[in-house]
């Protein structure tokens, strides 16, 4: 189960590091040069999406509740806002649930 949520941890980071950098560019004037880390980040995200168990509900289910615990991460380190109570009350409960899935996959379910 830790080796699929780091996984998971990895393909989010990816995918928001390289969704933030063209964010970087386009709305606070940074340089055109930070396209170029945001499509090896994607393209990483893509290799990383592959790695996953399989292609299907369940295991995109469970990554979405990674990458939006992952955004939080972001948006509390990177963006440097701080999270109300329900954002983190909110956060736990959605690794509880993804837990709760990635548990269920023994036996060939995931």
């Not at 592959?50 to 990177?78: C, K, S």
């Amino acid at each position: 189960m830790t080796k699929t949520l780091l996984l998971y941890l990895a393909t989010a980071v990816a995918e928001i590091v390289g969704c933030y950098l063209p964010y970087c560019y386009v709305k606070r004037g940074g340089s055109a040069l930070l396209l170029i880390p945001a499509a090896l980040s994607l393209a990483a995200f893509v290799g990383l999406l592959m790695l996953h168990p399989a292609a299907n509900g369940r295991v995109y289910a469970a990554y979405g509740g990674v990458y939006i615990l992952t955004a939080l991460l972001w948006l509390r380190f990177i963006d440097g806002i701080k999270l109300s109570p329900q954002d983190w009350l909110g956060a736990a409960v959605i690794l509880c649930g993804v837990i709760i899935m990635i548990s269920g996959w023994r036996n060939g379910a995931g």
